[in-house]
């Protein structure tokens, strides 16, 4: 699907302007519709319904069980957050500040090394001249379209061979590149980088690696930090492998804060609220911080 | 290649056989190693680049989809390994396994369930948001917040919400005089909660690709529909419907590969059991509970690949569909 519409995509950066620049001209044209009090009623209320799964969140994180049934429900988050989080840094069963520390350290290091070779590769099949690219452009696609998570048992065997289960290793080596990656860094390159500028580095003697080292990255710079920030949301949110290959001894956060779903008799709400709020605010974070550039990023994926 | 081995031979290569000036052989010496460094730059570079992407999807991705055949052809567990070659036994079990068919029947009842009113609802914000409107980016940050949470979280926090005595689902649906639901206790009841934890991470990110994809129609057509008296709704379902038809395929074939592997939802929701009677049970969660709870590698292979064509032929026919509907 993605193969058909590979050569004339537009780059990251130029949509969002491109956009920007088609909104200005049409409002003040007569197609664009103008907006009813119904409409803002609709929207307020679709945010209201987005919002409000996370603010619960937050509420009965700030107090104890007893709030999450309580009736008429209380609304605004009350003093025990500290408390909450403290109980869940000592809890037993969970292992939180161990699932922490390895969500951390696999969701970085997916999305560093994601990002180191999806640019290498990217550039390679956008710039450089060899036998076989094409071919390998193909291979990219493809290897996007096939659902490798089928594989998940073998791919169990593999890591029991080398020694890597229950380790975080086991979730961080399997999911070191992606063909998504090697694609949106090609298209970029393709937009962003001119032949000429390559050419003058090469007149210069610069070796390959040097011309991506000092060209190619810093001109990758903004396709980069959606594609760190998308690979980095991603790995913190893997469940299936994690819960597949580790154990409740060496958890990621997701796989932390399922144990305590699971495992108490009595269901701790309080604690297992507190667990999907530490869970959560690192992505809220990012979100903050890179929102605007996913949403351009989300939108031109569309528009190809 | 002819250029590499000249490069790589030394006394014999033509070039040096051409200019036998004994005082300058330090010089050319150091030029002719440039030049093969350079030359090996330029050949072999460009593959030591691809070369991690593909070796690394080879040994992690590619290997064990393939092997998972071979597996489902043998008895193998955990604990004996691989105990013999077995013909297609996990093949025959698996058609008169009452439990596959109905986790089969789960996966495709939630799709529906989820995807259409998912798709639609997204279609109605991106129709809204493509009006003249204040503040737009922040009702878009708004839309893609639930896509940027953890799932596992808020899978959590929506069974609470769920729960039949104290959940506020059923509090607010008290208001309206329904009973309280055991969400978890029924087949379709338990369908419409997953559907729900999926809708509201989802819609507003499929809505974003509509709006994307509606703000890409060139406006003087509306224009033309209005001056020849074509009511709104009418343009809507003339010209912004087909208009958009790629792109809800797009968003089609992009949710039928998500939703056949569904898994953590309907997991924190109940568990890999999925619900008393199985009401629940995905065909992801039953491989996962044939491999890695019975610990029966072969019998879950097998599973795995039978759902993994089901994928392929959906893309198929999805893609098929697609190039139909661009050749008409």
């Not at chain 1, 760190?228 to 958890?251: D, R």
């Not at chain 1, 667990?275 to 690192?282: D, I, K, M, Q």
Request: with cysteine; net charge positive.
């Amino acid at each position: 699907m993605a193969a058909t519409s590979t050569p004339s995509s537009p780059s990251v950066s130029a949509v969002p302007q491109s956009a920007k620049k088609r909104k200005r001209k049409n409002g003040g044209s007569i197609g664009m519709r103008e907006a009813t009090p119904l409409t803002y009623i609709g929207l307020s209320l679709t945010i209201l319904l987005s919002v409000f799964p996370l603010w619960w969140m937050f509420v009965v994180a700030s107090r104890d069980t007893a709030a999450a049934s309580a009736r008429p429900p209380y609304l605004w988050p009350g003093g025990n957050f500290l408390e909450n989080l403290e109980r869940l840094f000592t809890n037993t069963t969970a292992n939180f500040t161990l699932g922490l520390l390895n969500s951390t350290i696999s969701a970085t290091a997916v999305a560093l090394s994601v990002v180191f070779f999806s640019s290498l590769a990217g550039f390679s099949l956008a710039k450089l001249r060899f036998k076989g690219r094409n071919v390998a452009a193909v291979g990219v696609v493809l290897t996007m379209a096939v659902p490798v998570q089928m594989g998940i048992i073998p791919l169990l065997m593999l890591m029991e061979w080398f020694g890597w289960r229950g380790q975080i290793t086991a979730i961080i080596v399997p999911f070191m590149v992606s063909g998504f990656g090697v694609f949106m860094m090609r298209q970029y390159c393709i937009q962003a980088i001119p032949d000429e500028l390559l050419e003058a580095a090469r007149m210069d003697g610069c070796s390959t690696f040097r011309i991506y080292w000092n060209v190619v990255l810093p001109a990758l710079r903004p396709a980069m930090v959606v594609l760190g920030l998308l690979t980095f949301m991603t790995q913190w949110n893997e469940f299936t492998w994690a819960l597949a290959v580790l154990t409740p001894a060496n958890p990621t956060v997701q796989i932390a804060i399922n144990q305590l779903n699971q495992s108490a008799y009595s269901r701790d709400f309080a604690l297992m609220f507190t667990g999907s709020v530490v869970a959560t605010l690192p992505l809220l974070i990012l979100f903050f911080v890179l929102g605007r550039q996913l949403i351009g990023r989300i939108m031109e994926g569309a528009i190809k | 290649m002819t250029l590499l081995r000249r490069g790589a031979a030394p006394p014999g290569d033509k070039e040096a056989t051409s200019l036998p000036r004994p005082g300058n052989d330090a010089v050319t010496e150091r030029e002719r190693r440039q030049i093969f460094w350079t030359r090996m730059d330029l050949r072999v570079t460009p593959y030591l680049f691809i070369a991690p992407f593909f070796i690394l999807f080879a040994i992690f991705g590619l290997f064990p989809l393939l092997y998972t055949v071979w597996v489902s052809l043998h008895d193998w567990t955990l604990l004996g390994g691989n105990q013999g070659f077995n013909w297609f036994a996990h093949y025959t079990r698996l058609v008169q396994d009452a439990k596959f068919w109905n986790s089969l029947y789960n996966t495709f009842g939630i799709f529906v369930v989820a995807v259409v009113p998912q798709l639609l609802l997204a279609m109605y914000l991106a129709d809204t948001l493509s009006r003249r409107i204040r503040a737009v980016n922040f009702f878009r940050m708004g839309l893609l917040l639930p896509y940027l949470t953890s799932i596992a979280a808020v899978a959590i926090v929506f069974s609470q919400l769920f729960g039949t005595q104290f959940g506020l689902i059923n509090y607010v649906l008290g208001f309206f005089g329904i009973d309280p639901i055991n969400w978890q206790a029924g087949r379709f009841s338990s369908w419409v909660a997953i559907a729900v934890m999926i809708d509201w991470r989802w819609t507003g990110y499929n809505a974003l690709i509509y709006l994307a994809a509606m703000s890409a129609i060139p406006r003087e057509i509306y224009e033309a529909a209005a001056i020849d008296g074509a009511s709104r709704m009418r343009q809507f379902w003339q010209i912004t419907i087909p208009m958009l038809r790629p792109t809800i395929i797009f968003t089609v074939i992009v949710s039928t590969i998500g939703q056949m592997q569904l898994f953590t939802e309907p997991v924190i929701f109940g568990d890999v059991a999925g619900g008393t009677q199985g009401q629940f049970q995905t065909t992801m969660m039953l491989i996962f509970e044939e491999a890695f709870r019975f610990n029966n590698y072969g019998y879950g292979s097998a599973i795995a690949w039978t759902l993994f064509m089901i994928i392929v032929v959906l893309s198929a026919l999805n893609a098929l569909l697609t190039s139909k509907i661009k050749g008409a």
